[in-house]
């Protein structure tokens, strides 16, 4: 029997999971924090991921103690500290500043299909990582990144694409991501075997 389904994620324990939707086939690494965000089908992240107000695309690839959306602290008023947006954890008499936090929700990180980011990489709000790329253990992402290219540093800057434009263009244009779960079990061991040209050839 399979580990995963279409129908339940495999959360591993001590998980804090919040205000979170999930797509079929995922997964959530031991220790993972995800709150307002949705996890495509297929999509898993490694232990100890921070995740949040993102939406993640399918087969999206997230290693272990990667950071999502970032929550900011407010730079343009008196104070950093959250006494004056989490005022009710300090005062008996004082609410939480809800238009802070629905402000910070507001600015959503996308995460297209078939990535991979690497350990210990940081996605700032606000930024959309393109289809098929590729950020390097690592790196931190402040501007967007194209489909299908690998970025790598701090800040992040793309080292080169993958693959052609062409062979990027038919690859979007197929949207393997899309086919049904019985389709990709039969084009299985052509994903192990061809290369990404040859399996174009053959699917699209």
Known sequence: MARLNADTPFVHPDCEITDTTFGRYTEV??????AHSHLGDYSYCD????????????FANIASYVRIGATDHPMEKASLH???YRSADYFEDACQDDDWFALRRSRRTIIGHDTWIGHGAQVRPDVTL???????GGAIVTKDVPPYMIVA????VPLRARFTDDVAERMMALAWW???HDNLRAALYDFREMTAEAFLERYA
């Open 47 to 58: 232990r100890f991921a921070d995740i949040a107000n993102a939406q993640i695309g399918k």
């Open 178 to 180: 899309d086919w049904p």
């Open 130 to 136: 393109g289809h098929g790329c590729v950020v390097a």
């Open 82 to 84: 959250h006494f004056h």
């Open 29 to 34: 690494g031991r220790g993972t924090r995800l």
């Open 153 to 156: 540093g701090i800040p992040a």
